[in-house]
């Protein structure tokens, strides 16, 4: 009789254990709506800005919104200094800057370019929340029907010891898969080109080069781009009046000698208004790239691929596959499943 009460009080306990842990463990779901100031927290609705009416908008296909509410909802934790006109937003360690009218945000210490720059509209700070949320690692999706943005933060503050033992394994494992699948049979047909003008880029590509043991060449514009020259709020900027100039072709300053060499070849690049940089046609145009396959990637605080890659592809007559992007700090496993799902292609 004993030995069945302990165990009936063991099975109670293991039960009460485990319904604390998945409920410590359920992820925090923030749902907005373009033009709602009306947001649900794990279905709980708030208010998007306190004593505001204001509403998530789209400005040049980026969803803006003032985070605060947001980011405090999700376990972070924003400050604004006037003075400087700068917003910080925290998670964990993990920490962001964001400047008033400028496309260059701090990562971590590291500079990251936006695709459209923090604004302050009717006295209220409006924050590209798609950089934000990818910076930190949460989950973002659109869904284009109803104009929603779904954003989930899994909750990773409890059991930090058994986390990071799935997280070894889970490299682990990709370093199998990687060994296993990813390396071509002839590591000299795949190069990695890329252009990058603040290293977001670079960053991927030296990636996909690494986990593939493909050539690496990086795409060096004969004048180099300075910051004036990014400044996308600045319609004088070089940058500006490139991409709005549809037969811009800045130069090049280096070649690849032996592009005969390659069957298949990555092609990077930051998104510039929605669109490849004027110096990606530039390269597209200067090689006969015909027979070859060409797989396109792109990095960007929040726009997607978009129409980028169907613009470059209509400059050649190679074979191109479909396209990705990639935040900037995008990590080597979601390049590797990425690299997984087209390894046909890659052979």
Same mark, same amino acid.
């Given at each position: 009789?004993?030995?069945?009460?302990?165990?009936?009080?063991?099975?109670?306990?293991?039960?009460?254990?485990?319904?604390?842990?998945f409920v410590n463990a359920a992820p925090t779901s923030v749902v907005l709506?373009?033009? =709602?100031?009306?947001?649900?927290? =794990?279905?709980?609705?708030? $208010?998007?800005?306190?004593?505001?009416?204001? *509403? #998530?908008?789209?400005?040049?296909?980026?969803?803006?919104?003032?985070?605060? %509410?947001?980011?405090?909802?999700?376990?972070?934790?924003?400050?604004?200094? !006037?003075?400087?006109?700068?917003?910080n937003i925290t998670d964990n360690e993990n920490e962001i800057v964001l400047?008033?009218?400028?496309?260059? %945000?701090?990562?971590?210490?590291?500079?990251?370019?936006?695709?459209? $720059?923090?604004?302050?509209?009717?006295?209220?700070?409006?924050?590209?929340?798609?950089?934000?949320?990818?910076?930190?690692?949460? =989950?973002?999706?659109?869904?284009?029907?109803? *104009?929603?943005?779904?954003?989930?933060?899994?909750?990773?503050?409890?059991?930090?010891?058994?986390?990071?033992?799935?997280?070894?394994?889970?490299?682990?494992?990709?370093? !199998?898969?990687?060994?296993?699948?990813?390396? #071509?049979? !002839?590591?000299?047909?795949?190069?990695? %080109?890329?252009?990058?003008?603040? !290293?977001?880029?670079?960053?991927?590509?030296? *990636?996909?080069? /690494?986990?593939? =043991? &493909?050539?690496?060449?990086?795409?060096?514009?004969? @004048?180099?781009?300075?910051? @004036?020259?990014?400044?996308?709020?600045?319609?004088?900027?070089? /940058?500006?009046? @490139?991409?709005?100039?549809? /037969?811009?072709? #800045?130069?090049?300053?280096?070649?690849?000698?032996?592009?005969?060499?390659?069957?298949?070849?990555?092609?990077?690049?930051?998104?510039?208004? +929605?669109? &490849?940089? *004027?110096?990606?046609?530039?390269f597209v145009e200067s090689y006969d790239l015909s027979g070859k396959t060409?797989?396109?990637?792109?990095?960007? +605080?929040?726009?997607?691929?978009?129409?980028?890659?169907?613009?470059?592809?209509?400059?050649?007559?190679?074979?191109?596959?479909?396209?990705?992007?990639?935040? +900037?700090?995008?990590?080597?496993? @979601?390049?590797?499943?990425?690299?997984?799902?087209?390894?046909?292609?890659?052979?």
């Amino acid at each position: 009789m004993f030995k069945k009460v302990i165990s009936v009080f063991m099975l109670l306990f293991i039960c009460v254990f485990f319904n604390a842990f998945f409920v410590n463990a359920a992820p925090t779901s923030v749902v907005l709506q373009i033009d =709602n100031s009306v947001m649900t927290v =794990n279905g709980e609705e708030k $208010a998007v800005d306190e004593g505001y009416d204001t *509403k #998530p908008i789209i400005v040049d296909g980026i969803t803006l919104l003032p985070v605060r %509410a947001v980011i405090e909802n999700l376990g972070g934790n924003v400050n604004w200094n !006037n003075d400087t006109k700068e917003v910080n937003i925290t998670d964990n360690e993990n920490e962001i800057v964001l400047t008033i009218n400028s496309t260059q %945000a701090l990562l971590n210490g590291k500079v990251q370019t936006l695709d459209t $720059a923090p604004v302050i509209i009717n006295s209220r700070t409006m924050l590209p929340i798609r950089f934000i949320a990818e910076s930190f690692g949460f =989950n973002i999706e659109w869904n284009e029907n109803n *104009k929603t943005i779904i954003i989930t933060k899994n909750d990773t503050s409890e059991n930090t010891e058994s986390t990071t033992e799935i997280a070894s394994e889970q490299i682990t494992e990709s370093e !199998n898969i990687k060994d296993e699948t990813l390396e #071509p049979e !002839n590591d000299s047909n795949i190069l990695v %080109a890329y252009f990058s003008a603040t !290293n977001n880029t670079k960053g991927v590509a030296e *990636k996909i080069a /690494s986990e593939l =043991n &493909a050539d690496l060449f990086e795409i060096i514009p004969k @004048e180099p781009y300075s910051d @004036e020259d990014l400044n996308y709020g600045n319609n004088s900027s070089r /940058s500006s009046i @490139e991409m709005n100039n549809e /037969s811009a072709r #800045p130069e090049i300053s280096n070649v690849i000698e032996n592009i005969d060499d390659y069957n298949v070849i990555f092609l990077g690049y930051p998104i510039w208004w +929605g669109q &490849a940089p *004027k110096i990606m046609s530039t390269f597209v145009e200067s090689y006969d790239l015909s027979g070859k396959t060409i797989i396109p990637f792109c990095t960007s +605080g929040s726009s997607s691929i978009g129409s980028s890659a169907k613009n470059l592809e209509k400059l050649s007559t190679a074979n191109w596959l479909d396209g990705i992007r990639f935040s +900037g700090s995008a990590s080597s496993n @979601e390049i590797t499943e990425w690299l997984n799902s087209i390894k046909n292609d890659i052979k």
